[in-house]
């Protein structure tokens, strides 16, 4: 236990709680697994391999460097100053011409909601520094506008190695190998909740005003609803420091977008590797999995090891 609790100390004091603009520019670069069918139909007789990637989330966790300390805002190109510049860059993107699988993701507003598409062109947008340099080795390029700069470290690394061990410890029937899958997979989407959480308050009529001044910013009430002596209040928590009847203290959310985007997006990476591969063609990926017409080598196989595939199986037109 004194172990875990130094672990978690030396880590805690490397991660700020990011929130307000910060954290909502970080996040216009947060999204999530690619899924794409690139070719739907297989000539007959055509063999599918199917791989599956071991545990990706918890292996760029472990293997990579993380977004830690203050972050610096800049404006301009960050790049001509310092070329391994780490951290979010707003930036104008040109995708290569012709490229069979892009890479880089964005939003897009549509009729029917927020999309998320790997386009070609040239758009603007929020991305990972990491992201954007694994990019250039397909054609892309792009210009920085403005962003965050970070300090870097790994700090997921014993956090993997003890989960990791632990499944590995019990069956798949076992229910503590669940219990540390679960853990391993959701740790990083914790980390990016946005902390902009709704809450609901009753309170007397009477004491109405008092309560609307308590909350500093009356523009946080979303809805109020009639009750009779009471009113149902619905808040959208403001940005300050917000007392709240169930601890009668201070509410503070242990989140940090630019570690769950950086997550994501080191998967993106390690996924980018399977694709626009003159060796085979890609029928199909989605966040962790491939659909490919040729096997893979034996070097990126493995049933076992963080980050590498198993074959889930071979299927025939």
């Known amino acids: 236990m004194d172990d875990k609790g130094n672990i978690i100390k030396i880590i805690s004091s490397k991660i700020h709680k990011l929130s307000g603009k910060i954290a909502s520019d970080i996040r216009l670069g947060y999204t999530g697994g690619s899924t794409d069918m690139y070719i739907p139909n297989a000539a007959l007789g055509t063999k599918i391999y199917a791989y599956d990637v071991n545990s990706l989330y918890p292996y760029v966790m ?51 909601g927020i999309r998320t598409v790997a386009p070609l062109g040239t758009w ?35 956090f993997v190695d003890t989960f990791y061990n632990l499944r590995k410890s019990y069956s798949k029937l076992d229910p503590m190998n669940l219990v540390a899958k679960l853990i391993l997979n959701s740790l990083y989407g914790r980390i990016g909740m ?3 959480f709704t809450y609901i308050n009753i309170v007397n009529k009477k004491d109405y005003p008092k309560f609307e001044e308590s909350i500093k910013i009356k523009e946080s009430i979303l ?10 209040i619905q ?9 709240t009847d169930l601890d009668n203290g201070f509410e503070t959310h242990n989140v940090n977008i630019s570690i769950a985007a950086a997550v994501t997006a080191y998967a993106r990476i390690h996924m980018s590797h399977f694709k626009n591969n003159p060796n085979y063609n890609l029928y199909y990926t989605d966040t962790d999995s491939i659909y490919i017409d ?17 074959l889930e199986g071979v299927y025939v037109a």
Not at 88 to 109: M, V
Not at 143 to 148: F, I, K, N, R, T
Not at 294 to 310: A, C, D, H, N, V
């Open 194 to 196: 946005d902390d902009l």
């Open 124 to 158: 603007e947008g929020m991305y990972f520094s990491e992201e954007l340099y694994n990019a250039r080795n397909y054609g892309y390029k792009f210009e920085v506008l403005w962003g965050y700069t970070f300090d870097s470290s790994n700090i997921f690394q014993d």
């Open 294 to 310: 040729s096997p893979l080598t034996e070097y990126f196989i493995s049933s076992t090891e963080l980050g590498k595939l198993k």
């Open 62 to 112: 472990k293997t990579n460097k993380y977004p830690v300390g203050s972050p610096t805002y800049f404006s301009g190109n960050i790049l001509a100053d310092n070329a391994n510049a780490f951290g979010f860059f707003y930036c104008k993107i040109i995708a290569p011409e012709g490229l069979k699988h892009p890479i880089l993701q964005t939003h897009i507003k549509t009729k029917d």
């Open 235 to 243: 808040i959208k928590n403001p940005q300050v420091e917000m007392k």
């Open 223 to 232: 809805d109020i609803i009639d009750l009779g002596e009471n009113y149902l």
